[in-house]
Each structure stands twice: as C-alpha cells, then as structure tokens.
C-alpha cells in the first residue's frame, strides 16, 4: 500500500476524521506521501473548527500532505444515492484512476460499482503493522471505538483475524 511517485489517494472524511481523534494521521502520511480530499470532503471535516480532530486536520493541511481540488463533474448517479461528500471522492478516484480510502458501506458499495479500488481504515491498520508503524492494530481499534467510530463487531474481529491478532473462529470450528 506504499504509495509511489505516480500514484494516488483520495480520502473520504470518515477515515481521516476516525484517525484525526485518536491522533494516528501520521500513519496515513506515512504510508502515503499525498492525500488527496474533494471540497465536500474539506467541508465535512470543518477544517479550523473546534470538532474532534479539526485542528489535526487543518495541520495536515498546511504542511501539504492533505491537498484539497475541486471536483465539478460529480456523476449524477452517485448524487442520487449519496451525499457529495461521497460522490465526490469517489467521481475523483474513478477519473485518476486512484485508490479511495473509505469506510461508510453505501459509500463502498457504489466505487466498488464504479470500478474504483477502495480500501477501508482496517486495511490501513493492518498495512501499519506490517511495515512496522504499528506493533499491534487492536489498540488502535479500541481506541477508534472510545472516540465513537462506528464499526461493527464482525469487521473488528475480521481486521484483528486479519492483522493476525486474533483466533480465527470460523477455521476451528
């Protein structure tokens, strides 16, 4: 998931705001050099605001790793399913060709529609560890949930299987 020169990632708010309460932003401009955000994406984030994380935000920002473009030609399709700080991610990704880190399921299932390659806050997790970021994903899970990240039990328990962290269940029975 390391990012080269020619590639790119788009992010949706959910992720960056998840990762800007528990104060682990450094683990996504490590692992990528550049982050790219739509302007309804910036919106939704309430950069220079006093919500949780903000202020992180408004940082990664201003040193340039988290860059802001304008997207004008959000497909009508996804305006009508999804608010335009999804579609707008996700319109952007599929025209560069780019990887979209997103969490929210309706959100998923519409750039996994448009062919778009996405991959969710678990996945970069789990990457953290293995390139040696991160010793352990659980913590960060568990602080994800204390900040009131919305995810579900079965996905914990997938990403910790995943992160080889926990027993697989399924397989012994």
């Known amino acids: 998931m390391t ?8 992010a949706d708010a ?7 309460r528990i104060d682990r932003l450094d683990l996504l401009r490590r692992l990528f050099r550049e982050v790219t955000i739509p302007e309804a994406v910036a919106a939704e984030l309430h950069l220079g ?7 992180a935000l408004s940082a990664a920002t201003r040193q340039g790793w988290l860059k802001t473009v ?3 030609d959000v497909r009508a399709d996804l305006l009508a399913v999804l608010d335009r700080g ?3 991610p996700i319109t952007f990704a599929q025209r560069e060709g780019a990887r979209l880190l997103i969490d929210e399921a309706t959100g998923r299932r519409a750039a996994a529609r448009c062919g778009v390659r996405i991959f969710g806050t678990g996945a970069l997790l789990i990457r953290a560890k293995e390139t040696g970021l991160i010793e ?9 949930l204390a900040a009131r990240y919305r995810m579900s039990i079965p996905l914990r328990q997938r990403i910790l299987r995943l992160a080889g962290e926990a027993e697989d269940t399924e397989a012994a029975s």
Not at 3 to 10: C, K, P, W
Not at 49 to 55: C, K, S, T
Not at 136 to 144: I, R, S, T
């Open 3 to 10: 990012e080269s020169a020619g590639n790119l990632v788009v």
């Open 70 to 72: 304008s997207v004008s």
């Open 136 to 144: 352990e994903v659980q913590p960060e899970l568990n602080a994800l």
């Open 86 to 88: 999804e579609a707008e």
């Open 49 to 55: 605001g006093e919500l949780p994380g903000a202020m």
């Open 14 to 20: 959910g992720p960056l705001i998840g990762l800007a």
